[in-house]
């Protein structure tokens, strides 16, 4: 497998920790196509200046975070600029404590481009779209750089992009900021750049320090961060990239508040942002969440509790189990099938023979073997999640390396059978009997 070893063995220290990695996804991405490319299609639509709404549904290890992953480097590879953010108890849509503004304040951070995958990509944008109006007015004037006539006109044309975002609700404002950012880049002033980022990033405590600072009346905080991040999609959008795109993972915090007031104005705002995408009222930007079934379907607390929300998430009542309605904004994320699961032990069995020096001798049968072993521990008719059964996979793969001596079967046989008698809730073969037997899902898969 051609990967680099540097992102082989950041492939495999992640799943070895049961996280998902940020590099390297499509060596290991299997399945999922048919999601995958619903969300190609959202890509597409916010690129032509539309907006999207998705909410990702899955149990805990399913796959959630992964698909969110693979999305995020997609929408990177297509010149968009990525915000992601994880849900927590100090992070949240709406809060009485500056949560929602900890959030924004946290997107902004994680801005992410594709020369700038790893966030903090703010100033990049800014400077490479004010390199890029200097390089353009080079051409188009006759003036040498740094000349009176130069500045002038990279000014003006500086305005002219600024000017059509006054039209928005804080258009003005933002359009100030920017503008004190360049005249910080032509001067040389880092103070004032600085101060424009902190702006931009949300980090002014008042309106008292930012005016003296940046000479604005108005600061960024919890009441209208969203209308900012609409502000900066199409700012974005207007300095050469495709659109935003926004990921919120781990959206089961929300549904864990305790105060009902205080999660029904978080569903709020979850409403206000799904009305906005659905009747177009936004443009170049988009939004997923990552969610557990408990967090959409639960009627006490989860989504649907909130009628406005249950209405517009509710499924396609004609779909079934083999035809998911993939064009509404919920997309429940299935199981992997035997098939998949088998293809991505390959993967992972490949890049770790690729990190080192001597190959561990790990066959597809033995895969195999370790599948149904699993399958039979557990007594189950499913898998646990694919991000279990990957680490175990990855712990008996650094065993191989570290005692060479034994083999593979050996090993998986011993281990599973120590965990077999250590857990009271296993089911022994024997116990595993007739339609109830978890092994009949093995029964149309075979290893050649």
């Given at each position: 497998m051609a990967i680099p070893r540097r992102e082989a063995i950041t492939i495999l220290n992640s799943l070895a920790a049961g996280v998902t990695p940020r590099a390297g996804l499509r060596h290991i991405a299997v399945g999922r196509s048919k999601e995958v490319n619903a969300i190609k299609q959202d890509l597409d639509q916010i690129a032509a200046d539309g907006a999207s709404i998705r909410f990702i549904i899955g149990r805990y290890g399913s796959g959630k975070s992964f698909l969110l992953q693979l999305i995020r480097s997609y929408a990177l590879d297509s010149k968009f600029v990525v915000?992601?953010?994880?849900?927590?108890?100090?992070?949240?849509?709406?809060?009485?404590?500056?949560?929602?503004?900890?959030?924004?304040?946290?997107?902004?951070r994680n801005i992410s481009t594709q020369t700038r995958p790893d966030g903090n990509a703010l100033p990049i944008i800014i400077e490479k779209w004010i390199a890029g109006v200097q390089s353009q007015v080079m051409q188009d004037c006759a003036a040498s750089s740094g000349s009176p006539e130069f500045v002038c006109e990279v000014e003006k044309?500086?305005?002219?992009?600024?000017?059509?975002?006054?039209?928005?609700?804080?258009?003005?404002?933002?359009?100030?900021?920017?503008?004190?950012?360049?005249?910080?880049?032509?001067?040389?002033?880092?103070?004032?750049?600085?101060?424009?980022?902190?702006w931009l990033r949300g980090e002014f405590p008042n309106k008292t320090e930012a005016s003296q600072a940046l000479g604005v009346k108005a600061i960024i905080d919890s009441d209208n961060y969203y209308d900012y991040l609409k502000i900066l999609a199409r700012f974005v959008r207007n300095v050469g990239y495709t659109?935003?795109?926004?990921c919120f993972d781990e959206a089961a915090y929300l549904?864990?508040?305790?105060?009902?007031?205080?999660?029904?104005?978080?569903?709020?705002?979850?409403?206000?942002?799904?009305?906005?995408?659905?009747?177009?009222?936004?443009?170049?930007?988009?939004?997923?969440?990552?969610?557990?079934?408990?967090?959409?379907?639960?009627?006490?607390?989860?989504?649907?509790?909130?009628?406005?929300?249950?209405?517009?998430?509710?499924?396609n009542r004609f779909a079934t189990a083999e035809m998911q309605d993939l064009s509404g904004p919920v997309l429940l994320i299935p199981s992997l099938t035997n098939e998949e699961i088998f293809v991505l032990l390959q993967k992972v069995r490949d890049i770790y023979n690729s990190t080192i020096l001597v190959a561990i001798e790990v066959s597809d049968s033995n895969i195999h073997s370790f599948m149904e072993s699993t399958l039979r521990r557990i007594g189950s008719r499913e898998f646990t999640t694919p991000r279990e059964l990957i680490?175990?996979?990855?712990?008996?793969?650094?065993?191989?390396?570290?005692?060479?001596?034994?083999?593979?079967?050996d090993l998986a046989g011993e281990i599973i059978a120590a965990q077999s008698t250590q857990d009271p809730t296993s089911i022994a073969p024997e116990d595993v009997q007739d339609e109830d037997d978890p092994l009949d899902r093995f029964t149309n898969f075979k290893v050649n």
């Open positions: 915000a992601d953010v994880d849900f927590s108890p100090e992070r949240r849509l709406f809060g009485s404590s500056d949560e929602a503004i900890s959030t924004y304040r946290e997107l902004a044309k500086i305005v002219q992009t600024l000017s059509a975002m006054h039209e928005l609700v804080h258009g003005f404002d933002f359009a100030q900021v920017i503008n004190a950012y360049f005249r910080g880049y032509l001067t040389g002033d880092d103070t004032l750049k600085n101060n424009a980022i902190r659109g935003l795109l926004i549904y864990k508040i305790s105060n009902s007031i205080s999660r029904k104005n978080n569903y709020e705002a979850i409403l206000n942002i799904l009305n906005d995408c659905l009747q177009g009222k936004a443009s170049s930007i988009g939004f997923i969440f990552g969610g557990t079934p408990e967090f959409m379907e639960d009627s006490r607390r989860g989504l649907y509790s909130y009628e406005a929300l249950r209405s517009r998430l509710s499924g680490r175990d996979f990855v712990s008996l793969l650094n065993l191989l390396v570290q005692y060479p001596e034994k083999k593979f079967g």
